[in-house]
């Protein structure tokens, strides 16, 4: 995961900041939104302090009903007209947000607008308008009974009032059977008038009382206010969320890409696809630099010039000299007298390789060979500078030809280098031939150790007839080109061969990882190495 992240690194950050800053400046260009938010309390009919667990049901449900009635078209669209918006319904309903408050009986009713001041209004006007509503549609269900007993008092009072005019007026006139009669009926009559006035007056109140018990209480226990700050954009938000949304993203890609991409990027990756271990690992040289880090002294610049590349600085020598040690412990059972080193395709660097393995080899006070048995492509001439007159391919050509006079002497003390020749038309049957494996048997007689520079293994059938005259063969692999599959595949057809596959080099590096491979092989802490990387 670490690696994973360390050379993705760029992609997480160009990730981060890119969306961070487009979330950012589109954010900011948006209109800012405010909000007003208003509490009502719905208290059922009879409620006071619920006394059962039904009770608390009713009050929830009231809520919840009361919130949906508040979203209704007569209550947004009354809001609307005393707000002073000139919205539709739609329109209107889409600036709202009506909740019940969890394990309460509050109904939250929040309004938003481009201005505080407009939202806070609005919110208060959907909120007044709920409650006018709700009351009126109460009061109706007991207009009409509280109407009839009303003018039920009002016409009993006449009727007493009537009777307790006449009965005055018989009490003035002179007493008579007649008048007293008449005073008995109407003082009875009053009596029975006074009491039906007695019962309507208590059935008024008791439906006055009645319609208070079953009306439910509608308060608002906050009103809205202007807010200071706006609700959206919110900009900080976003761009954390646009920035962390980014890096999920870069990382999924990440690790998607490193598990399409089987490049032979580290040594872990090496022994995965091809079951052998990292010999040794050489980092990306720079254009400028020479091939074979031994051929020419390190000078200082001159004022206004540019010096050689210092490989002794960038720890090169080192990292050769370390594959060296590897290469030998990779066949302790058995002198190496013989090596052949090719790669899976071409362009891996098996040449420069090839040249600084011999190169350490030489430092190291053996004798030795190197066999530029490349006879398509040939670069070792070129790489150390020898003319290519004469070679391996005059020696398959001539048997009377002396070995050790087609091998010339380099620039490195104890190295020579049998350079390929003439390039023939035939180079895979010259080097199937039995005149090859002859002198194949003559070189390894001419020095301690021969290295054998062959064509690669994917592009030509040579290098699996060499593997079978050396005693071991090493591959080198570009960690920025080779793919598993294709080493895989190399690495069989040369087992196929015959070949002892003593490990694998790992070419064009950073430099970390030439750390790892020297702190694997030795055990000793990572070898400094501060070499440039392309």
Known sequence: MWQLTRRWAWLFAVAFFLAAGTSYFVSSGLPKVYEGTAKLLVAPSQAGSPQSYNDVLTAERLTRTYSEVLKTRPIVEAGAVEAGLGLSYERALALLDVRPVANTQLIQISARASDPELAARFANSVTNAFVQYIQARQLDRFAASKDNLTRQVEQLSKDIAERSARIDALRADPPSATRDSELARLQGELSQLQQSNAAAARSLEDERLN?????????????????????????????????????????????VMEHLDDRLSSPERVARFTGLHALGSVPTLPKDAPRVFDLLPVTKPAPGGSASYDYASAGIGEMFRLLRANLQFAAVERPLRSVLVTSPEQGDGKTTVTANLAVVLAQAGQQVLLVEADLRRPSLSEVFGIPNRVGLTSLLLDEKLDPASAAVETRVPGLRLLPSGPLPPNPSELLASQRMRARAAQLRELADVVIVDSPPVLAVSDPAVLAALVDGTVLVVSSVKTRGQH?????????????????????????????????????????ASSAPTT
Do not use: C
């Open 487 to 527: 080493a895989a595949q190399t690495v069989g057809m040369l087992q196929k061969a015959g070949a002892l596959v003593l490990g694998v080099v790992l070419n064009r590096t950073r430099s970390s990882h030439g750390s790892y491979v020297a702190y694997k092989a030795r055990g000793y802490e990572p070898q």
């Open 211 to 255: 319609e208070a018990r079953s009306t439910d209480l509608l308060a608002v226990v906050e009103p809205a206010t202007p807010a200071p700050d706006p609700v959206a954009p919110r900009v900080l938000l976003n761009v954390a969320l646009a920035a962390l949304l980014a890096v999920i993203v870069a990382f999924a890609v990440a690790f």
